[in-house]
């Protein structure tokens, strides 16, 4: 187990903004930043991070926290993990007890699964550079590709012994469970019963999570079977889909979101190749099919992409499809060809950093003059075919969400092609009309298959009213995290009565802390929170306040349990809405600034809820009236219960009267 002293430097030292900046690109929004949230597909940016509170807010989902909240919902790492994975960050020296095996069994199965994959990059590194075989056979070949120890050991590439179950056997003596094994992929059980490892014979590329860990592997075979597979990867997994990640992108995180720009490439040596000529912001998608999944991860990190395509005019043409899908997610897009028989990797290994950049730079090309370039030779002097170019072009056009983007590729088409605006935007017109259509056409029948399933009884009952007593005990809550700790004049009301024995109220303004005139009010009123997490949160709040006077948010929110963290988040975070759509500077709605009235604010609330208590108490003792029975002491109750609920509607008026 992880020491408290370690947790707690781990704590001191994190930055909010620098950890989740390794994940999202943040642009500043007033004194917070914002971005796009990558718990959810969206355009808008809806994701506020404090780097004064040191919380962050995801305003799609509803999720928040601090820093290793983060890393828990984005990683779905465990509470060691996340620490570890900020110690490893900042360079903290980690100081462990040792674990029980009543702890090590508590490990779910996923933290299992992660486990082993961690273990086999270890294992596939080790056998490959400190056995004679991995020496001679693995070793050797990631020399012979060019690349440095350096960038091996970066990289985490291993090798996989040519034999049936060594990887299988080392596993399981180091007390990893078969069950595991099965399901990350790493061994195979076969029909007679035996175990053997999936990747023997291999050199191993590990393929990481944007935090670095292992989610599974992609394994090259190195001799010259022809019935086995060139690139084997592992199966998808609870922790591997690989359309949902992107090789390298560990290691590229910054430098994209640095540069704002990514290169995106196809294998995993060109990735390795290109990061150690020294261009780190790129990734591939390890052999598949660009998916919108992996766009989107790219998508948190920068609005630019630039794919390199090798100097092969089919793989172009089979490639190009991918562009549309990067439009449609309302990002830049150029491509990039290198010259005929060159690859990212050939082409980064023959080249230096300073020739490989000016290329780059030269020969990276907009979309638009990509396709034309591509496309306009097949084409030449046949209408019929620059036609069904011009309408490709047009269509990848029509993808781009912005219109005024879309206004000006038509007009750069319109150039290249020779051919008049009129006719391009009418094409477009039809295009974009036809998405429309087919989209709606799509939700219409989504529509009927769901209106065809039997709709549950809950449906057709009365919805619940909304709790207005938890929406009270959560603007008390609110008043405390926000502003307990200040100091402010309170009303005080005296009643007295003059020589003639009739009653008036005396006003007597004194200082109070916010929290003690809540915390006072309520022990007077022997107020309890219906609200169990409300309750929860009250009793932390005001137990810090009374402990030491104040309340740190980021020391406060480390000591919340989780459920607790959130709904504090939540509070926290509602009035960064405003920066995060930036209401006073583009819009000229002005923002209320609650802190110039928190007296009257916790008074009106104060006596809100009194006055809903009040009334609830008044309908419960109505319902004890009975005619078999002497009810006077009842009606007694009600009638002064009732000439309080009436005195309390005066004060309110007065207190938002006089301060809103």
């Known amino acids: 187990m992880i020491s408290k002293n370690t947790i707690d430097t781990v704590f001191e030292t994190a930055r909010v903004e620098e950890v989740i900046g390794d994940f999202v690109q943040l642009k500043r929004a007033g004194s917070n930043l914002k971005g796009l949230s990558p718990f959810s597909n969206e355009k808008s940016p809806s994701f506020m991070v404090s780097p004064v509170k040191q919380i962050w807010k995801d305003f799609s989902s509803g999720k928040g926290g601090n820093a290793v909240a983060f890393l828990m919902e984005h990683e779905?790492?465990?509470?060691?993990?996340?620490?570890?994975?900020?110690?490893?960050?900042?360079?903290?020296?980690?100081?462990?007890?040792?674990?029980?095996?009543?702890?090590?069994?508590?490990?779910?199965?996923?933290?299992?699964?992660?486990?082993?994959?961690?273990?086999?990059?270890k294992y596939f590194q080790d056998t490959m550079l400190n056995t004679d075989v991995g020496q001679a056979i693995g070793y050797s070949y990631f020399k012979e590709r060019g690349f440095t120890t350096d960038t091996i050991k970066k990289f985490g590439l291993g090798y996989s012994p040519e034999v049936w179950d060594a990887f299988t056997k080392e596993a399981l003596g180091k007390g990893y469970k078969q069950e595991y094994l099965e399901k990350t992929g790493f061994t195979i059980l076969k029909e007679d019963g035996r175990h053997i490892d999936r990747f023997r014979g291999r050199v191993m590329f590990p393929i990481q999570s944007m935090s670095g860990r292992v989610l599974g592997f992609g394994g090259r075979i190195l001799g010259n079977e022809k019935k086995a597979a060139k690139y084997l990867n592992s199966p998808e997994s609870d922790i591997y889909h690989k359309s949902k990640v992107l090789y390298g992108i560990y290691h590229a995180k910054q430098e994209i979101a640095k540069k704002d720009n990514c290169y995106l490439v196809e294998?995993?040596?060109?990735?390795?190749?290109?990061?150690?000529?020294?261009?780190?912001n790129v990734v591939a998608s390890s052999g598949t099919a660009l998916t919108p999944d992996q766009i989107r991860l790219i998508n948190r990190l920068t609005k630019n992409i630039t794919v390199l395509f090798d100097g092969d005019a089919a793989g172009l043409r089979a490639s190009i499809r991918g562009i549309d899908l990067i439009l449609e997610e309302g990002m830049n897009v150029k491509v990039c060809t290198f010259p005929e028989g060159e690859d990212p990797d050939s082409f980064a290994k023959n080249n230096t950093h300073e020739a490989l950049v000016e290329y780059l730079d030269t020969n990276a090309k907009d979309f638009i003059q990509f396709k034309a370039s591509l496309l306009v030779d097949e084409a030449k002097d046949d209408p019929v075919k620059k036609a069904g170019l011009i309408r490709d072009m047009v269509t990848s056009i029509s993808k781009i969400p912005d219109r005024i983007q879309r206004e000006i590729y038509i007009q750069e088409c319109a150039r290249i092609m020779d051919i008049s605006e009129q006719v391009l935007t009418s094409t477009l017109a039809q295009l974009v009309q036809k998405d429309i259509a087919d989209t709606s056409k799509k939700n219409k029948k989504e529509q009927r298959a769901k209106s065809m399933q039997p709709v549950p009884d809950e449906v057709n009952q009365p919805k619940e009213?909304?709790?207005?007593?938890?929406?009270?005990?959560?603007?008390?809550?609110e008043i405390l995290?926000?502003?307990?700790?200040?100091?402010?004049?309170?009303?005080?009301?005296?009643?007295?009565?003059?020589?003639?024995?009739?009653?008036?109220?005396?006003?007597?303004?004194?200082?109070?802390?916010?929290?003690?005139?809540?915390?006072?009010?309520?022990?007077?009123?022997?107020?309890?929170?219906?609200?169990?997490?409300?309750?929860?949160?009250?009793?932390?709040?005001v137990n810090q306040y009374l402990a030491s006077q104040e309340l740190n948010v980021e020391t406060f929110l480390n000591t919340l349990p989780q459920e607790l963290q959130y709904v504090a988040t939540d509070i926290y975070m509602q009035d960064e809405k405003y920066d995060l759509h930036e209401w006073e500077e583009k819009k000229q709605i002005p923002v209320k600034d609650k802190s110039k009235s928190i007296s009257g604010y916790t008074n009106e609330h104060i006596i809100d809820l009194r006055w809903l208590l009040l009334g609830k108490l008044v309908q419960d003792l109505k319902q004890q009236v009975s005619p078999e029975v002497d009810n006077m002491e009842i009606l007694i109750s009600v009638n002064d219960y009732n000439t309080l609920i009436n005195y309390l509607s005066r004060k309110i008026n007065r207190i938002r009267s006089a301060f809103f």
């Open 76 to 121: 779905h790492f465990s509470y060691p993990e996340a620490i570890r994975y900020l110690a490893n960050k900042y360079n903290i020296e980690i100081e462990e007890t040792e674990q029980t095996d009543e702890e090590k069994e508590q490990a779910n199965e996923k933290e299992s699964m992660y486990l082993v994959s961690d273990f086999a990059q």
């Open 481 to 541: 995290l926000l502003y307990g700790g200040t100091e402010q004049d309170f009303e005080d009301v005296y009643i007295k009565y003059d020589e003639f024995g009739k009653e008036y109220e005396e006003v007597e303004n004194k200082p109070y802390k916010v929290y003690e005139r809540i915390y006072l009010n309520l022990q007077e009123d022997e107020i309890e929170f219906t609200n169990p997490v409300f309750k929860d949160l009250y009793t932390f709040i």
């Open 267 to 280: 294998g995993y040596t060109d990735v390795i190749q290109m990061y150690q000529a020294g261009i780190e």
């Open 465 to 477: 009213n909304i709790n207005i007593q938890d929406a009270l005990e959560r603007k008390i809550i």
